[in-house]
């Protein structure tokens, strides 16, 4: 394995001789735009005399940290924490396959990542196995059967602020564990005990805090402060903040995992583990029954499809957010790279257009398939693409109010995604949730997870916004039994009927357009995977008709012309966590986030 360190204020750039030279990290960026997992870099004196003239006429790239990624043959892991990444590694080691070793990070992140990795939520898993077979599983959390379209409401008729994120009321049904058993139980090639082990030793003999790691635990220090079952677990001695270097121990959890892998899914869902959590759902005005766990179901499906540049593109049906982003490929697919690129204005323009055509559709029709006749054929046909490219004015944004029926929602952000291609040539995309940043910030005591609050996802009442300042339309109202509507996009693309590419990211509704951004960085714009997930980040859903950007991510120029085009920019902190894997050849080239800095990508 080849692992290529991080570059700050300068790059390296290695020579054949073994010598490495320092430039500046701008050099580097765009020196970057020629490297591809199409052909290697040109030589060095022409690639410079490229990027000089380059950098004289268009400065929109930003000076953000780029490495090669990390190379190996036989495997590869890409987490949002290296423990959990390594503990995926073993189990590719020991023989394990791509789903054995996603299922042992699904639990393992749940020690390591508790901020969004998971007992107590849910999420999609997609898989492509190497015969060429595919399967979608949708272990997404559902609305307990106690539960009405009115639950959030006062006697008036409005909100209750607050009443759907935080506590017992804030919580659907989970679906990870019965989730994560279909598919070993399906797919994988080793039994329970030995996915687990890497999860239990963890909880069970703790992992040592890095700033990472410390840097999520403190965003919500206050509020662990609060709740007593989660201040003894997650602050020290249950009153002060963890440290870096301190160990952290999870014994509840421990014992969760280990029932887990004794008794299967009824532990959670029959047996002590739902016991728990609907004793403390009762005693804390929520609604969930034994019912509803004993009742909760997996489902297998297709995944949705399309084609960008000749590549074939697979990622969640709905509920999921695949749909959104198969739309804004097609629309953008209807142009030539050369059209596309034409300006970093005009590229912005067609794909800011896309994204404003896409979320409106999601606002407008989409939501639980179980529950809701939506028109995705439509939607995702070459037909209504080339409609929607019509109406695209060339030098004017397109005001959004018209084409939504209701403010469109913002899912959680606190999500986390995963990629695993193992040595037979299987690949894994998992995105999986508890919502917002800890969830329903509830852990039922004696089980040491903490519970999602994945109820917000729903309209709690059409036009009113849900913790992140927008809503959704009437079809992903609440209704028992339902799946709320999602963005997140586990994806997978192949190349020539080859595995090509494993994406997908965190960051609720953003999720659809960041991985949109790495597809398109690499096919359009002839980055490498890490390349074009380091790359800064811009999204855009209408309403708010706010562009967000990432610092550094437009020029000022651009900046400039979007703004007399007609658009309202932003610059937000960074979002999203795209965990890739990209195949050249023999090789696996793994991707970590920089944005998650605790994350790692290992292979072998």
Same mark, same amino acid.
């Given at each position: 394995?080849?692992?290529?360190?991080?570059?700050?204020?300068?790059?390296?750039?290695?020579?054949?001789?073994?010598?490495?030279?320092?430039?500046?990290?701008?050099?580097?960026?765009?020196?970057?735009?020629?490297?591809?997992?199409?052909?290697?870099?040109?030589?060095?004196?022409?690639?410079?005399?490229?990027?000089?003239?380059?950098?004289?006429?268009?400065?929109?790239?930003?000076?953000?940290?780029?490495?090669?990624?990390?190379?190996?043959?036989?495997?590869?892991?890409?987490?949002?924490?290296?423990?959990?990444?390594?503990?995926?590694?073993?189990?590719?080691?020991?023989?394990?396959?791509?789903?054995?070793?996603?299922?042992?990070?699904?639990?393992?992140?749940?020690?390591?990542?508790?901020?969004?990795?998971?007992?107590?939520?849910?999420?999609?898993?997609?898989?492509?196995?190497?015969?060429?077979?595919?399967?979608?599983?949708?272990?997404?959390?559902?609305?307990?059967?106690?539960?009405?379209?009115?639950?959030?409401?006062?006697?008036?008729?409005?909100?209750?602020?607050?009443?759907?994120?935080?506590?017992?009321?804030?919580?659907?049904?989970?679906?990870?564990?019965?989730?994560?058993?279909?598919?070993?139980?399906?797919?994988?090639?080793?039994?329970?005990?030995?996915?687990?082990?890497?999860?239990?030793?963890?909880?069970?003999?703790?992992?040592?805090?890095?700033?990472?790691?410390?840097?999520?635990?403190?965003?919500?220090?206050?509020?662990?402060?609060?709740?007593?079952?989660?201040?003894?677990?997650?602050?020290?001695?249950?009153?002060?903040?963890?440290?870096?270097?301190?160990?952290?121990?999870?014994?509840?959890?421990?014992?969760?995992?280990?029932?887990?892998?004794?008794?299967?899914?009824?532990?959670?869902?029959?047996?002590?583990?739902?016991?728990?959590?609907?004793?403390?759902?009762?005693?804390?005005?929520?609604?969930?029954?034994?019912?509803?766990?004993?009742?909760?179901?997996?489902?297998?499906?297709?995944?949705?499809?399309?084609?960008?540049?000749?590549?074939?593109?697979?990622?969640?049906?709905?509920?999921?957010?695949?749909?959104?982003?198969?739309?804004?490929?097609?629309?953008?697919?209807?142009?030539?790279?050369?059209?596309?690129?034409?300006?970093?204005?005009?590229?912005?323009?067609?794909?800011?257009?896309?994204?404003?055509?896409?979320?409106?559709?999601?606002?407008?029709?989409?939501?639980?398939?179980?529950?809701?006749?939506?028109?995705?054929?439509?939607?995702?046909?070459?037909?209504?693409?080339?409609? @929607?490219?019509?109406?695209? &004015?060339?030098?004017?944004? +397109? *005001?959004?109010?018209? /084409?939504?029926?209701? $403010?469109?929602? =913002?899912?959680?952000?606190?999500?986390?995604?995963?990629?695993?291609?193992?040595?037979?040539?299987?690949?894994?995309?998992?995105?999986?949730?508890?919502?917002?940043?800890?969830?329903?910030?509830?852990?039922?005591?004696?089980?040491?997870?903490?519970?999602?609050?994945?109820?917000?996802?729903?309209?709690?009442?059409?036009?009113?916004?849900?913790?992140?300042?927008?809503?959704?339309?009437?079809?992903?109202?609440?209704?028992?039994?339902?799946?709320?509507?999602?963005?997140?996009?586990?994806?997978?693309?192949?190349?020539?009927?080859?595995?090509? @590419?494993?994406?997908?990211? &965190?960051?609720?509704?953003? +999720? *659809?357009?960041?991985? /949109?951004?790495?597809? $398109?960085?690499? =096919?359009?714009?002839?980055?490498?995977?890490?390349?074009?997930?380091?790359?800064?980040?811009?999204?855009?859903?209408?309403?708010?008709?706010?562009?967000?950007?990432?610092?550094?991510?437009?020029?000022?120029?651009?900046?400039?012309?979007?703004?007399?085009?007609?658009?309202?920019?932003?610059?937000?902190?960074?979002?999203?966590?795209?965990?890739?894997?990209?195949?050249?050849?023999?090789?696996?080239?793994?991707?970590?986030?920089?944005?998650?800095?605790?994350?790692?990508?290992?292979?072998?």
């Amino acid at each position: 394995m080849r692992r290529v360190p991080p570059l700050l204020k300068t790059g390296l750039v290695r020579l054949m001789g073994g010598v490495a030279i320092a430039i500046p990290l701008s050099i580097v960026v765009e020196m970057a735009i020629f490297r591809s997992v199409h052909r290697p870099f040109p030589p060095l004196s022409q690639g410079l005399r490229v990027v000089k003239a380059h950098l004289s006429s268009n400065s929109n790239l930003a000076d953000i940290p780029i490495t090669e990624g990390v190379a190996a043959k036989n495997g590869m892991v890409v987490t949002a924490s290296g423990k959990s990444s390594q503990v995926g590694l073993e189990i590719l080691k020991a023989g394990g396959n791509a789903v054995d070793a996603a299922v042992a990070v699904g639990y393992a992140l749940a020690v390591t990542h508790p901020c969004c990795g998971n007992l107590g939520g849910g999420g999609f898993m997609l898989i492509r196995q190497a015969n060429g077979e595919e399967m979608f599983l949708d272990f997404r959390e559902t609305a307990p059967l106690a539960s009405t379209p009115e639950m959030y409401l006062d006697e008036t008729g409005e909100v209750v602020e607050g009443l759907s994120r935080r506590g017992y009321l804030a919580v659907a049904v989970p679906g990870t564990v019965k989730g994560l058993d279909r598919a070993l139980t399906r797919y994988g090639t080793l039994d329970r005990a030995q996915v687990m082990a890497g999860a239990i030793a963890l909880a069970q003999d703790g992992f040592i805090l890095q700033p990472g790691d410390i840097e999520i635990l403190n965003r919500s220090g206050e509020e662990f402060q609060k709740q007593p079952e989660v201040a003894a677990i997650f602050l020290k001695d249950g009153r002060t903040p963890y440290q870096v270097g301190d160990r952290l121990i999870q014994t509840d959890l421990a014992n969760s995992l280990q029932r887990i892998a004794d008794q299967g899914p009824d532990a959670f869902y029959t047996g002590p583990i739902a016991e728990k959590i609907v004793n403390a759902s009762e005693q804390n005005g929520g609604i969930l029954t034994l019912e509803d766990f004993s009742t909760y179901r997996v489902t297998e499906s297709a995944p949705v499809e399309c084609y960008y540049r000749g590549d074939r593109v697979i990622s969640a049906p709905l509920p999921g957010g695949g749909t959104t982003l198969c739309q804004m490929l097609n629309v953008l697919d209807g142009y030539s790279v050369a059209e596309l690129n034409r300006s970093a204005t005009h590229r912005l323009h067609l794909m800011l257009s896309a994204m404003l055509y896409a979320f409106a559709d999601r606002n407008t029709y989409l939501g639980d398939p179980a529950f809701v006749d939506h028109p995705s054929d439509r939607l995702l046909s070459p037909d209504y693409a080339a409609q @929607l490219r019509a109406q695209i &004015p060339q030098n004017q944004a +397109i *005001p959004p109010e018209p /084409l939504f029926h209701q $403010t469109p929602e =913002s899912t959680g952000t606190d999500t986390t995604h995963y990629s695993i291609v193992d040595r037979f040539g299987n690949a894994v995309s998992v995105t999986y949730t508890i919502n917002s940043l800890f969830g329903a910030m509830e852990i039922a005591p004696g089980t040491g997870f903490f519970l999602n609050n994945e109820m917000d996802d729903f309209t709690a009442k059409p036009g009113v916004p849900n913790q992140f300042g927008l809503v959704q339309g009437t079809v992903n109202r609440i209704e028992p039994g339902k799946r709320p509507l999602s963005s997140m996009s586990p994806t997978i693309v192949t190349r020539n009927g080859e595995l090509f @590419l494993v994406t997908g990211s &965190p960051g609720g509704s953003t +999720i *659809p357009t960041t991985v /949109l951004q790495v597809i $398109t960085h690499i =096919s359009d714009r002839n980055m490498t995977v890490a390349q074009a997930v380091s790359h800064p980040r811009f999204h855009y859903q209408g309403l708010p008709n706010v562009v967000r950007t990432e610092p550094l991510a437009l020029s000022p120029d651009t900046v400039k012309q979007l703004v007399e085009m007609g658009y309202h920019i932003d610059s937000f902190s960074t979002w999203g966590a795209a965990s890739s894997i990209a195949v050249e050849g023999d090789t696996l080239w793994g991707a970590n986030d920089p944005r998650r800095p605790a994350g790692a990508a290992l292979g072998y």
